[in-house]
């Protein structure tokens, strides 16, 4: 009877674990606002915001951005670079050359978002370009803290939590097989 009550716990607690985390993950809607803010020495800049609320996306985001010049020339897909010291800001490590472009900002996680925008690239903005803006660079010794969407302090107990509720669950399950196999 006790290992039963033990299960029954252990599987309650390890929804409420799975929930828990599924309803922070949607805590600010499920579609990424984007907005094509211009161009900066060729490389084009991206605002990642959600939806719902217009909060910064601070999250990890996987983007790419698409080029088509004037002339039909397509350039990309590239992808999204995070702007140091900027949340929800992206570029690309790519410049664009000088012209007029039709640029396709989209995300695929960790929600959809597209946009569109037009942009002019001046040819003096391209010549004194870098290989890759300095912003984009993030500095190597920074640590990444929750609030830039790196591990944060509820990420290790989080999965401290859901290995411990697994190893109950583990637990629970061999007692129950155990006493299952004994001889009457």
């Not at 985001?61 to 702007?83: E, Y």
């Not at 190597?140 to 509720?165: C, F, N, Q, Y």
């Amino acid at each position: 009877m006790l290992d039963r009550r033990l299960t029954a716990v252990t599987a309650a607690l390890t929804g409420l674990l799975l929930l828990g985390s599924a309803a922070t993950a949607h805590a600010h809607g499920d579609t990424i606002h984007l907005t094509v803010t211009g161009v900066s020495a060729g490389h084009p800049v991206t605002k990642a915001t959600w939806e719902d609320d217009g909060h910064p996306v601070k999250d990890k985001v996987a983007g790419t951005l698409t080029a088509t010049s004037a002339d039909g020339t397509s350039v990309g897909p590239w992808r999204f670079v995070p702007v140091a010291g900027e949340p929800g800001t992206f570029t690309t490590a790519e410049a664009l050359p000088a012209g007029h472009w039709t640029i396709t900002a989209q995300t695929a996680f960790p929600a959809l978002g597209r946009a569109e925008s037009q942009a002019e690239v001046a040819p003096a903005s391209v010549a004194s370009s870098p290989a890759a803006p300095a912003a984009a660079t993030p500095p190597a010794a920074a640590a990444r803290t929750e609030s830039d969407g790196g591990p944060g302090v509820g990420t290790p107990l989080a999965i401290g939590g859901a290995a411990l509720l697994v190893a109950i669950g583990g637990l629970a399950t061999f007692r129950v097989r155990r006493g299952r196999n004994r001889p009457s």
